[in-house]
């Protein structure tokens, strides 16, 4: 059982680095060309890239409960909520 506990935190902090990554370059383009963005929300291959950050970000909070609660104290939680 430790094994998988082991496992599924290094995947949860993979998908937290996967995931500031995303969202660094989604970020970085809105800012360096944002009249191609709105051009991407209509486009079939580029819009989904969107939604998905919203997903991920869902990941994110279902891995805090799971991998951070139990390690961390629920301080996580209240630390979640004062920032945002």
């Known amino acids: 059982m430790h094994h998988d506990s082991l496992l599924g935190t290094i995947f949860f902090l993979l998908n ?10 989604v970020t970085s383009r809105i800012y360096l060309y944002p009249r191609v963005v709105i051009q991407s929300f209509y486009d079939e291959s580029e819009a989904i890239w969107f939604p998905v950050l919203l997903l991920g970000f869902s990941t994110i909070i279902l891995g805090i409960v799971i991998y951070g609660i139990p390690k961390c104290g629920v301080g996580v939680t209240e630390f979640a909520v004062l920032t945002s």
């Open 16 to 25: 937290l680095v996967i995931y500031a990554v995303n969202l660094a370059m």
